[in-house]
């Protein structure tokens, strides 16, 4: 009776494993479809000087509903040399950060996963530790490195390798240097996941088969990370683009990527809707690679079955 | 299933080169275990020879010695007159199959196939040429283009077998071929395998715990433990006279009695668990009080319900637990020392019995002095 009771009920209510799988769903829908659906209908309104500083969309006149979309953001988004400008510069700061992170952190990531295994724990640990500080003050913590009188510049000028101080600072290398500091863990951690699970055997095989260990790592370790590589180089991409504290402290004043000017936008123009459009293009500029490594995750999935 | 007698008999195995690989005291240790301690070994050019032993033996290590997976801390390694000691795994003639097969999860079956030709540097009509050939030996030529999880057990193990052979290796190694095959699919690749590789006359070391598996397949065997070699020889060698303890029961099974010499250069032991003294075919070569093991397989002693006309060589007992095995019934026969024996009895010996056996039944056995062997240690 009881248990036929409680079947009853087990019936209806959601399995556990769907309530483990809409907890972050819901988190998701919540804070980010929500506000990303303001942020888009935002988009399509107009500047009004008023709290909030733009019109509604959405207008109930004597009984008649109107809805206002105003296109002209998007082309003035899509159109303006500055935009574009700051939508090709972030792209590019974000490939060429994605570059540098792969190539400091696969050799990395490769020499972790074969070091002796109670070695492994300690060294991803090490590279996980600046973590725990703020992320904001390890930034501002390169000014001190960077800077002309700063750590790295007397170092150098002590041991005369230079003469002047290198300009590191408030230009792009301090931005990418920045980058890549900051983005390197995103890109090692799956990376690493990946390198340590790989069976060995496979190339205890292809050296008993004749390959020199390079052989083995270019026939055998690279073909095999592949989708690694790419899903944690797309983990870098993606917010890399939008970026904003690292160019903001320390790339220089031409270094203008996206997430700099929507910030003018809203805060120093209160143009919500124009800083809307960019937001909502940026987003639709990162659905091709966000596609891609939805597809690359699955595919990965599939072949561990 | 395929049965011994269209087995392709290989050549004699090359008696010119009674050491077409030699292992000279081979020692191995990893920290404070020594996984290989002192092995020395010969093997003939063409021969299938065994690795026996029960896991930790130290034969996996040995094997991958050979293949140069890794490095001997003393002793030589010499393949066709060649020291390879030394040698990285990949100057080595040497090509092993590995007990996970290993294949390239990336790359095609003939891919896989290819993989080592690729890496000598041969031409692209020779590599094809070379890799149907080799997969057209293990009959995989028609999956050459399916990848390594869209084949079966049986079918990833003929792959790695080809992947091994395609090189043409002076010596090829198996690591425990079978291991991750179906009990059931089993012993028809034991025939299978064992004919592609005679048919390819190719010197092979097989490492196995199987027994059977080692007594299907190999020309001669060694049995390992602890790191050392215990007895080399023929599987029947090893099987009716095996040295030692451990090779007559990890060979079958087998009753062991431990026998004192009964007097100076005698032909009796005298054993606590029987009543009479067991009588070996031959004198010993030894002083009264030795004591030494003495082993006597199951199937050779005779069980009867009347008392055995012999004054030694015989137990009497009851029937404590019988078991139909189909070709054979294992019995356990209580001694009145409390010693159980294992007897096997054939279908036919079991019905040429006075009465139908049965538990608690009492019972006469006897053997002959040929059956007894005495083991060194």
Redesign the interface.
Known sequence: MSRNVTGRIAGWLPSGRTLVIAVPFTFLLVFFMVPFAAVLQISFADVQLSVPPYTPILDVKNGIVRIVLDFDHYRSVLTDPLYIGAYVYSLEVATLTTFLCLIVGYPACYLIARADPSWRNLLMMALLLPFWTSYLIRVYAWIGLLKSQGLINDVLLWAHLIDEPLKLYHNNWGLLIGMVYNYLPYLMLPLYAHLVKM?T??L?????????PW?AFL??TL??SRRAIVASCLLVFIPAVGEYVIPEILGGSNSLMIGRVMWDDFFVNTDWPVASAATGAMVLLLLLPMAWFQRLQRREME?AR | MTNEATRPQRPPAGKSQPDFVQIVDVVKTFGDATAVDGVSLSIRKGELFALLGSSGCGKSTLLRLMAGLDTPDSGRIIVDGQDVTRLPTYQRPVNMMFQSYALFPHMTVEGNAAYGLKREGLGKAEIRERVAAALDLVQMGKYALRKPHQLSGGQQQRVALARSLVKRPKLLLLDEPMSALDKKIRQETQFELGNILYSVGVTCILVTHDQEEAMTMADRLAVMNEGRIMQVGTPDEVYESPTCRFAAEFIGSTNLFRGVLAGDESRLFRCADLDVPLQVQNPMNARAGLELQLSLRPERITMSYRPAQQETNHAAGSIEQFAYMGSYTLFYIRLASGRLMAVDLSRSAVRALERSPDYGHQVYLSWGADQLVVLDK
């Open positions: 069976d055997t496979l205890e095989a292809a050296g008993n088969l004749g390959a020199r052989q026939t055998i073909p095999m072949a």
